[in-house]
C-alpha cells in the first residue's frame, strides 16, 4: 500500500516497538511513555460488539473483544481466539480455540462462549444479521473445539468472521445482557452498551459517551502487545477546525479524518503530519425503490424512485469530476462500482462511469414524467466520512440544475444511522453512505447492499433494491470454489445493478489521518485503528 508521506518517514504500516516517552500530563514530547491521545469526528456508537455494524464502531471495540481470526495491519488473516480451522465437510468449518484464554473479569474462555456468540447475534437487537445468515449454528465438539454449520458450503468463511467478537456467557447473564443492545431503539440502558468484558489487548476503564473513552493494556491477554502505551485516551472532536488544532497543538497523537483541505496545513506545521493513502471504503448513494409512495418527497402517490429512468437521470446529473477535484481536493478515486479495486472481484473493465450529462439527465426526467423535477428529502451524516456533508451539499447543488430540490438533512451519525436503520424501517428516501467489506471480498456487498431484503440478506440495502437474478448470485458466489465461474457471477450481479442504478457509486474516499511525529501508527486499508501497534516517543 503506498502512502502519501509528511515530513516523518516514520509512519507507516508496521509501528516499530521503542520505548518513549511522554509527561504524566500527556503532552507530546515529554519524558516519559505513557499516555496516547487520538481523536475522531465522532463517538463510538455502543460497547456493544453486536450492536452496530459500522466500521468504526467495530473497529474500536477490536481492542478489547476478539473474534476467531483477525487480521494484521497489512490485512493477512491470522488467528485469534481460534489458532487453526479446516473445512471438515462441504457446510462445515471446525475451529480449534485458543486454550489458557481470559476475558477481562477472569472468566475462561471456551467454546461455550463461541456458541452464546452465535446466539447472541440472531437476537432482535443485534445488528450483525450480516454475520448470522453465514451461521446454520454452532456445534460444541469439545471445550476448545466448535463446528460451525453454514446454510450451504462457503468456501470463505474464515474471511468473513473477523468482526464476529465473542463475549463471555457469564458475565452476560450476570449482567442480564444476553441480548444484544438496539442501539437504533430504547435500548441504550443495555449493561453491554456503556461496559465491556473481551479478551483483546486493552480494557476499557472509563466510558464517558460523547466526552471520552479511557483504555489500558490488558495484562493477561494472550497475545504480544506491540504498543509501549500504559494508556489511552480517545475523544470525539466534531469540528474539523478544532480537531485539526487539537493536532498541531499536541493536544491529541492522531486524529482523523482530517479534511483533505487541511493536508497542507499539516505539512507546513512543525511536528505533526498527513497520513493518507488509498481506503477501500466505497461512498455511494442510495434511494428508495420499495415504498409505493416515498416518506419525504413532493410526489404523492406513486415512488419516482422505482423508475429507472429518475435513478439515471440523478447518476448522470452528478458531475463527480467537480466532486473529485473541489470537494476531496483531487484525493478521491470515482467509482462505477461499489467495490475498491482492493476488494476481491473488482474488474477495472466494469469500472466506467456513466458520462456526466445535464441534458441528457433533463430529458429522462422529461420521459419519466417529471419535467419540472420534483422535491425530495436526503439523509446524510456530517462526522462519518471524509467531508460527506460537503459532498451531499455538491449533490444538491448539482441536482437543482435539472430541477430536483433537495432538502438536505445532515445529521451526526448517531442520529443519521438511528434514523436510516430504525428497526429495520429504513426512513430514508435518498441518502449517502459508505462501506469497506470486511472480508475484502465483493460477495459481502452484494448480499448486505445489492441483494433483495430476504432470509438476512440486504440488512444494509436501506432503499430496498431488489432484483431476485441479484439474489440468486450471492447465494451462488458464496459456495463457488472455481475462481474464473466465481468471478464471472460477481461481473453479472455488478452488470445487473449497474444497468438498473441500483445506486449510485460516488468514489473511494482517502485515508486521511494526522499524526503527531512522536507517534507511530499503523494504518490498515480499511481505516480501522489498533492501539496494539502504536508507539510514542
Known amino acids: 500500500m503506498k502512502l502519501r508521506r509528511g515530513k516523518s518517514l516514520r509512519h507507516g504500516l508496521m509501528a516499530a516497538v521503542a520505548a518513549a516517552a511522554l509527561t504524566i500530563g500527556g503532552a507530546v514530547g515529554g519524558a516519559e511513555a505513557k499516555t496516547f491521545k487520538w481523536a475522531f469526528q465522532g463517538d463510538v456508537q455502543t ?31 491470522v488467528p485469534a481466539l481460534a489458532t487453526s480451522w479446516e473445512n471438515v465437510k462441504p457446510d462445515t468449518w471446525r475451529f480449534t480455540l485458543r486454550k489458557g484464554v481470559k476475558f477481562q473479569n477472569g472468566n475462561s474462555f471456551n467454546a461455550d462462549d463461541v456458541l452464546f456468540s452465535v446466539d447472541r447475534i440472531n437476537t432482535e437487537g443485534s445488528d450483525m444479521k450480516v454475520v448470522a445468515g453465514l451461521i446454520k449454528e454452532a456445534v460444541k465438539v469439545d471445550d476448545h473445539t466448535v463446528d460451525i454449520v453454514t446454510p450451504a458450503p462457503n468456501p470463505i468463511l474464515p474471511l468473513q468472521l473477523e468482526i464476529f467478537y465473542i463475549m463471555d456467557k457469564e458475565w452476560a447473564a450476570e449482567n442480564n445482557t444476553t441480548s444484544a443492545t438496539n442501539v437504533k431503539g430504547d435500548d441504550q440502558g443495555n449493561f453491554a452498551n456503556i461496559n465491556a468484558n473481551g479478551t483483546g489487548p486493552f480494557m476499557v476503564t472509563e466510558r464517558q459517551p460523547d466526552v471520552k473513552t479511557v483504555l489500558v493494556p490488558n495484562p493477561n491477554w494472550w497475545g504480544q502487545n506491540k504498543s509501549n502505551i500504559t494508556e489511552a485516551v480517545f475523544t470525539p472532536i466534531s469540528q474539523d477546525a478544532t480537531r485539526v488544532a487539537a493536532l498541531i497543538s499536541g493536544d491529541v497523537h492522531m486524529a482523523y479524518p482530517i479534511p483533505v483541505q ?178 475484502f471480498d465483493s460477495h459481502n456487498p452484494i448480499t448486505a447492499l445489492m441483494s433483495c431484503r430476504v432470509d438476512g440478506k440486504g440488512a444494509f440495502n436501506l432503499g430496498g433494491y431488489c432484483n431476485e437474478r441479484v439474489t440468486e448470485l450471492s447465494d451462488l458466489i458464496q459456495v463457488e470454489t472455481d475462481q474464473e465461474k466465481r468471478q464471472a457471477l460477481i461481473d453479472e450481479a455488478f452488470k445487473i445493478h449497474s444497468e438498473e442504478v441500483g445506486h449510485i457509486p460516488l468514489h473511494q474516499q482517502p485515508l486521511s489521518w494526522g499524526v503527531n511525529d512522536d507517534a507511530t501508527v499503523a494504518q490498515r486499508p480499511d481505516n480501522v485503528f489498533h492501539l496494539q501497534y502504536v508507539t510514542v516517543n
Open 262 to 439: 487541511d493536508w497542507k496545513r499539516l505539512e507546513d506545521a512543525n511536528g505533526v503530519s498527513p497520513l493518507t493513502g488509498p481506503e477501500a471504503r466505497t461512498i455511494f448513494l442510495g434511494f428508495d425503490q420499495d415504498r409505493d409512495e416515498l416518506l419525504a418527497s413532493s410526489v404523492k402517490g406513486k415512488n419516482p424512485f422505482k423508475d429507472q429512468r429518475v435513478r439515471q437521470a440523478f447518476y448522470q446529473a452528478i458531475d463527480i469530476e467537480a466532486i473529485r477535484s473541489k470537494v476531496m481536493r483531487g484525493s478521491a478515486t470515482p467509482s462505477n462500482l461499489m467495490v475498491a479495486p482492493q476488494i476481491n472481484g473488482f474488474n477495472a473493465a466494469m469500472n466506467e462511469r456513466l458520462p456526466f450529462d445535464v441534458e441528457k439527465a433533463k430529458s429522462l426526467l422529461v420521459e419519466a414524467g417529471y419535467p419540472d423535477g420534483f422535491e425530495v428529502t436526503m439523509d446524510c451524516p456530517n462526522d462519518r466520512y471524509v467531508n460527506d456533508e460537503r459532498i451531499c451539499q455538491a449533490v444538491a447543488s448539482m441536482l437543482a440544475k435539472i430541477g430536483v430540490k433537495i432538502d438536505l438533512l445532515a445529521q451526526t451519525k448517531s442520529k443519521y444511522f438511528g434514523k436510516v436503520l430504525a428497526q429495520n424501517n429504513y426512513d430514508t428516501s435518498f441518502y449517502l453512505l459508505g462501506w469497506t467489506p470486511s472480508t
Open 47 to 77: 460497547m456493544d460488539p453486536h450492536g452496530l455494524f459500522e466500521t468504526m464502531t467495530l473497529g474500536f471495540q477490536s481492542n478489547f473483544y476478539e473474534g476467531l481470526v483477525t487480521r494484521t495491519p497489512d490485512l493477512e488473516l
